[in-house]
């Protein structure tokens, strides 16, 4: 099956600025792919890219089988986008907005455009320049998804939203994957994403530290706690894959990955240390522990994590 979107040994610098380093990924279609990464760590210049708005130094990206470089406006037609701060036209109304949209795409997108402002409470005389931040976001979500495009893209879409609106718009998310179509999401809400993504990608400082599957990563990963003695104490050998670890004193605490936790418990016993926290970490405790390790040891490799750059669609 042929993915949504595809990126090949992308990188872009701006200056001495690396954007995006070596970046491969593959997302199926039908699925909700959620770029997590702090402000600045590439997931923006990924989009820009993606959609033909930048051109990268080396690599290529791809979107609905079509090459960002040389397709860009075809890409952009065929594509639903909400930007954080999307342009709209500040004199129209939002059913004028609508109207004009319209005029670029088949016939049904006014009557979508309609049903989708309708649903959003949007009040079609309102002009946009009264709206709020988050009213502006609807219109700009019912302008990118009129179309009912195979791909909708959103560039951090909740950033300043309040809750009740951020929640709505993430909401709709799952509408869109459940008809077969896909979503690319870049956020650093994590705890909002954490509620619609069916894959997570991390990108730290332009170089993709994890792809996989959000209920996959959730499921093997675990929070180990461990209070030594004292500070001399070493503490014992972690049976799995260790995505981070951070001292604080005598107090440790590790990510792990595949744990085993029956040879965990029989190591402290055989030391006759204490027995350790074990707990299932959200997917913002997963997020943070990659992060501290990354900025500890930055060229580390990261198959600590499973990176396959093609995760298949197993809904």
Not at 43 to 67: C, H, N, Q, V
Not at 100 to 126: C, I, S, V
Not at 169 to 182: T, W
Request: glycine share 6%; aromatic share 6%; with cysteine.
């Amino acid at each position: 099956m042929q993915p949504v979107v595809k990126f090949k040994n992308l990188s872009k610098r701006f200056g001495q600025t690396v954007a995006l380093n070596d970046v491969t990924l593959e997302i199926p279609p039908g699925v909700v792919c959620a770029v997590l990464g702090a402000n600045g760590a590439g997931k923006s210049t990924a989009i820009r890219i993606l959609l033909g708005l930048d051109k990268p130094d080396a690599g290529f990206a791809e979107a609905l089988g079509m090459d960002s470089k040389t397709h860009a406006l075809e890409i952009r037609g065929r594509v639903g986008y909400v930007a954080d701060q999307p342009p709209l036209y500040e004199w129209m109304t939002v059913a004028e907005i609508g109207w004009f949209a319209a005029g670029f795409y088949p016939t049904g997108y006014k009557a979508e455009y309609d049903k989708l402002t309708t649903k959003f409470d949007l009040d079609g005389k309102q002009k946009i320049a009264n709206l709020s931040k988050g009213m502006r976001a609807k219109v700009a979500l019912s302008l990118a998804m009129a179309h009912r495009p195979e791909l909708l893209i959103l560039d951090e879409p909740t950033s300043g939203l309040d809750p009740l609106v951020r929640r709505e718009f993430l909401e709709s998310m799952i509408d869109v994957s459940a008809e077969g179509r896909s979503v690319l999401l870049s956020s650093h809400q994590v705890s909002e994403v954490e509620r619609v993504a069916d894959i997570v990608a991390i990108l730290l400082n332009g170089k993709l530290v994890c792809v996989e599957r959000l209920d996959d990563l959730k499921r093997d990963t675990t929070e180990v706690a461990i209070s030594m003695p004292d500070e001399t104490t070493p503490p014992p050998a972690m049976p799995g894959i260790n995505l981070a670890h951070v001292s604080f004193g005598h107090d440790h605490v590790w990510m792990v990955r595949d744990l085993n936790e029956a040879q965990l418990r029989e190591s402290c016993r055989s030391a006759s240390l204490p027995e350790p926290q074990i707990r299932k970490p959200n997917l913002e405790d997963i997020l943070l522990a990659i992060l501290r390790e990354y900025r500890r040891d930055p060229l580390q490799k990261t198959a600590q994590v499973k990176t396959d750059t093609a995760v298949e669609n197993h809904g």
